[in-house]
C-alpha cells in the first residue's frame, strides 16, 4: 500500500482492524489516526483552542428529559466523557504523544471514526454527551464533561481517567461509536478487567454500572447486542487508559457502529441521539439508586 493509500485508510479510523472503537484498539487507546475523519468534521469548526484539565464543562441550561422525577439523582456526581475531539485529526503530533496507561503505552487520543456520510464520531459523542447531561442535571445529578466543545484537541485518555477521579464521580461514562466491518452492527460495553492496578477495587462496581446501562440501552433504543464483539453486548478488556486508570466506576458505550448503514442512520438522526441520551441516563440512575 503506498502512503497516499495508507493515509486515506487511517483517516477514517474504523476501516480494517485499527478501528476507534470496540475492534481492536478503541477510541482513547489505539494508535492515533491522522488526517480528516472526514468532510462533514472538516467543516465543524475552525477553532483550534486545545482543551486543558481545567477546562472542564458543564452544560449550563438544565432540560426536562425522560420521565424519572426531578431530584432522583440528587448528591450523585457522574462523569461523562465524550469521546475524541473535533480537532484531533488536525494535530497528529499532539494525539500521538504516547502515555502509559499501565498495562502497555498508547497515543494520547485518536481521531475517532465516522460514519460514510462523512459524521464523525466526535460530533456523535459530543452531542449525545450534551443531552444526557442535560437529562441527568434535570434529574439532580452533578456532572462534569471531560472537553468543553467539539472544537479542541484531546485531552489525553489519562486526563479522561483523571478527571472523573478528580471528581469522585459515582459513576463514569466513556460514549464512542465503534468502526467495524460495515456487515458488523450493534452496541456494546467495556468494562475492566483487574490489572493490578488502580481500577481493581472498581472493577466489580464498573460490572454493574455497565449491565446496568446495557440492558437500558437495548430496552429503550432498540439497538442490537453487537455482532462481533463481547457476550450480549458485553466486553472486558485491560488495555484502555481510560478505563486502567479509573479509581471510580467506570464504562465505554460503543453506542454502535457508524461503518454499518443501519446504525449510521440512527447516529445521524437527532431524535435517535435524544433516545439513546435518556436511555443512557436511565441506565446510570438503575445503577446509581
Ligand atoms: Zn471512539
Known sequence: MTSKALVATLALCGLGVAACGGTAGDAGAGPAQVGGPASGAATQATQTTHTTPAA??????PATGGSAPA?????????????????NYRHPSEINKQVNILTEKKACDTTGTATNSGYSEA????????RLAKILKSRGATVKLTRPDNAGVGPCITERAAIG???????????????????????????????NGPVDPVVGASTKLGIAVRDAYRSETGVAY???????????????GGLNLSTV???FIECGNMRNAGDAAKFQDPAFRQK???ALADGLQNYLK
Open 249 to 251: 466506576p467506570k464504562i
Open 165 to 195: 477521579n478528580k471528581a469522585h464521580a459515582d459513576a463514569a461514562i466513556s460514549i464512542h461509536g465503534d468502526g467495524a466491518g460495515p456487515a458488523d452492527h450493534g452496541f456494546h460495553i467495556i468494562m475492566p478487567k483487574k490489572i
Open 123 to 130: 460530533a456523535f459523542t459530543w452531542d449525545v454527551s450534551q
Open 71 to 87: 431530584g432522583a439523582l440528587s448528591g450523585k456526581v457522574v462523569v461523562i466523557d465524550p469521546g475524541h475531539n473535533g480537532q
Open 276 to 278: 439513546a441520551a435518556v
Open 226 to 240: 453487537s455482532t462481533y464483539i463481547g457476550s450480549k453486548a458485553l466486553d472486558f478488556r485491560n488495555d484502555l
Open 56 to 61: 472542564l464543562a458543564t452544560p449550563e441550561t
